[in-house]
């Protein structure tokens, strides 16, 4: 059974820092996603990454998969207030499978 | 593409009382989830369907719960007998497997409250 889990679960940053999500899941995923949730809203896209080695990046975030550590990070760089919301990583096996989250605050 | 589209937003209901949402997903997308989720908490899995077969049930959807997708499209998620347990956001997501990047996509939710 695929089980995901993120760490740190609370994050505090202030603006302008980086900061990095780990996210380990237990078995095999045939690809990983990661989501953003603001406060009473759906699930954002952020990320998928189908392959070992994978990197993607949009603004300020970057992902990355190692499919032989059953790692994948999440890189914050020069956080924004607006970046504050929970990330999401999410593992597959057919369904989804959710880690608890990541619930980021950025202060100035 | 409208995204996909779920309804009621919100529901407020007497303990006992059933409930059903509806979900439309992204037109031509296959496959179809629900999701549950409290506050806090990440989305757990309830069901998957591809096309109009259900393919995988979770262990957190008693006998209470039953979802259909009779002609492949939207699909329903009925809650009888409610308890105040079940008040929690319901998530529907659609997605195309396999396709380009394989963006699975979710609605706005409907929130349950029971009382």
């Known amino acids: 059974e695929l089980k995901v889990e993120q760490n740190p679960l609370f994050l505090s940053m202030q603006e302008g820092k980086n900061y990095t999500i780990y996210c380990n899941y237990s078995t095999t995923s045939d690809r990983l996603y990661w989501y953003r949730q603001d406060p009473g809203k759906s699930l954002e896209s952020l990320f998928v990454?189908?392959?070992?080695?994978a990197v993607k990046q949009e603004g300020r975030l970057m992902a990355s998969l190692d499919t032989k550590a059953r790692l994948s990070t999440l890189h914050i760089t020069a956080a924004v207030h607006d970046l504050s919301a929970t990330y999401f990583c999410?593992?597959?096996?057919?369904?989804?499978?959710f880690g608890k989250g990541t619930k980021l605050s950025v202060k100035p | 593409d409208t995204g996909v589209s779920q309804d009621p937003r919100h529901k407020i209901t007497k303990r006992g009382q059933n409930v059903t949402f509806r979900c439309d997903p992204i037109s031509e997308h296959n496959r179809l989830y629900w999701y549950r989720q409290t506050l806090g908490q990440g989305p757990e899995f309830l069901t998957y369907f591809q096309n109009e077969a259900q393919l995988e049930k979770s262990r957190l959807l008693s006998d209470r719960f039953s979802a259909e997708r009779p002609k492949g499209s939207f699909s329903t998620l009925e809650i009888q007998r409610t308890e105040q347990g079940d008040s929690a956001m319901y998530l529907c997501a659609s997605s195309v497997p396999r396709g380009p990047g394989n963006t699975i996509y979710f609605g706005e939710g409907s929130w349950l409250t029971v009382v």
């Open positions: 999410v593992g597959s096996q057919g369904n989804l499978i």
């Open positions: 990454l189908l392959s070992n080695g």
